[in-house]
């Protein structure tokens, strides 16, 4: 699919940007705690894919190499605007979670409406602990916790060692379960 | 009193690419410490929070699909052909630079580096003529040399024949200088009376010689019958 894509099969690219859409945008939305700046990032995620994808030698998996991508586009996004300032008016008045809610409930109707709330309470209740982390441990968390790389490859990533990798990861760990309790989130 | 290894151990906990051995090593060190065991149930905790997050579907968004026909081609391996328009534009520009000139005539096609023929004469030409110029610039600058050379010889010839006349009659008073021009005057007469003895001799030379040519050609008339 990446070799026709770049071969230019438009088809082929829509279809990798379809299967790597979902793994994207959930992953802007809890750096960046709101739908508006998700898809902002994501856009700058497909855009960076699009121009690098001739760069790609199959050397590494393609999802580890669109995620290299993908941090790097979250901390130059961090540097014009800092993420998740958004968040607390977000979760103030309902929130953009709720709006993605809706559209959701519209595609697809037959999930049980309650549930479906239950979900977007948690996400948020997770994207505002998540908020309260630095942009370099939150990133940590998210490689490690959600994408599952390694601690070499977040390394590589930070330009950091693997130690101090683990270090600021526990540190995060730390900090979460501390506001866990803070909200009695079990 | 807490623990150096908590971060490392609890961090690896979660690394699935730790050896066996290691996590053995973990899981013993864990069972006799008590901090450590609390810091992990806290970090699984943590994680298994996290992992409650449930994945959102992403909103209407335009995708860039019209990119895809104009994404940049990767860095293929260079193809001999792909050298040919370096190498016309190499050749091109050494034929420029060498003047090279390429022809049809009876005898076949000629390659010439260099100017054409005419062209080399017309240069010659043009360096003749300035080579002429330069030798007769050369050659006037010389001759006007010779020629001071010779105003100051006869300068100083004439200084040294004042000398030698007033070495001879004494100061150059106006008697002495009657003197000098008579002695000149003197000298020339001596001289045309010179040439004029020398003449005479010649010529009569010259009539003993015609007589002599004369005589000898009545004597050979007169000899025959």
């Keep these: 699919m990446i070799r026709a894509a770049l071969e230019g099969s438009a088809r082929a690219w829509d279809n990798l ?31 960076g894919v699009y121009r690098n994808l001739h760069r790609f030698r199959g050397e590494s998996q393609f999802t580890t190499w669109l995620f290299r991508i993908a941090h790097n586009k979250a901390i130059d996004m961090n540097r014009r605007r800092p993420l998740f300032s958004s968040l607390d008016s977000a979760l103030e008045d309902g929130g953009d979670m709720l709006e993605v809610q809706a559209q959701r409930n519209t595609d697809a109707p037959e999930q049980d409406p309650l ?72 | 009193m807490s623990c150096e290894h908590t971060a490392t151990l609890v961090a690896e906990y979660f690394d699935d690419t730790l050896a066996v051995q290691q996590r053995a090593e973990h899981d013993s060190h864990r069972l006799q410490c008590l901090e450590c065991q609390h810091a992990l149930n806290a970090a699984r905790a943590a994680t298994a929070h996290l992992q409650r997050w449930r994945e959102q579907p992403v909103p209407e968004w335009s995708r860039p699909r019209a990119a895809a026909s104009q994404l940049p081609r990767p860095a293929a391996r260079w193809q001999w052909w792909q050298w040919a328009p370096l190498a016309m ?15 049809a005539s009876t005898e076949g096609i000629e390659i010439r580096f260099g100017p054409a023929p005419e062209v080399a004469a017309l240069e010659i030409e043009a360096r003749l003529s300035a080579f002429e110029a330069q030798q007769q610039l050369a050659l006037q600058s010389l001759t006007q040399a010779l020629a001071e050379q010779q105003r100051a010889d006869n300068a100083r010839l004439m200084e040294a024949v004042i000398d030698s006349v007033v070495d001879q009659f004494g100061d150059s008073t106006a008697r002495s200088l009657e003197q000098v021009i008579a002695y000149f005057e003197s000298q020339r007469q001596q001289d045309l009376q010179l040439l004029r003895t020398s003449y005479q001799q010649l010529a009569d030379s010259d009539y003993a010689t015609i007589r002599s040519v004369e005589q000898l050609a009545s004597l050979v008339q007169g000899g025959q019958p």
């Design chain 1, 17 to 47: 940007v379809r299967r790597h859409e979902t793994q994207v945008y959930n992953f802007s939305l809890r750096l960046t705690g709101n739908p508006t700046d998700a898809l902002d990032l994501m856009q700058d995620v497909f855009l």
């Design chain 1, 115 to 186: 549930a479906q709330l239950e979900e977007s309470l948690r996400n948020a209740v997770i994207m505002s602990h998540l908020s309260t982390l630095p942009l370099a441990q939150r990133l940590i968390v998210e490689l490690k916790v959600f994408q599952s790389h390694t601690f070499e490859e977040i390394a590589e990533l930070q330009d950091i060692s693997a130690n101090t990798a683990k270090t600021r990861f526990y540190a995060a760990l730390r900090k979460l379960k501390a506001l866990m309790e803070q909200d009695h989130v079990m």
């Design chain 2, 89 to 103: 534009s190499f050749t091109l520009a050494l034929a420029v630079m060498a003047n090279v000139q390429v022809g």
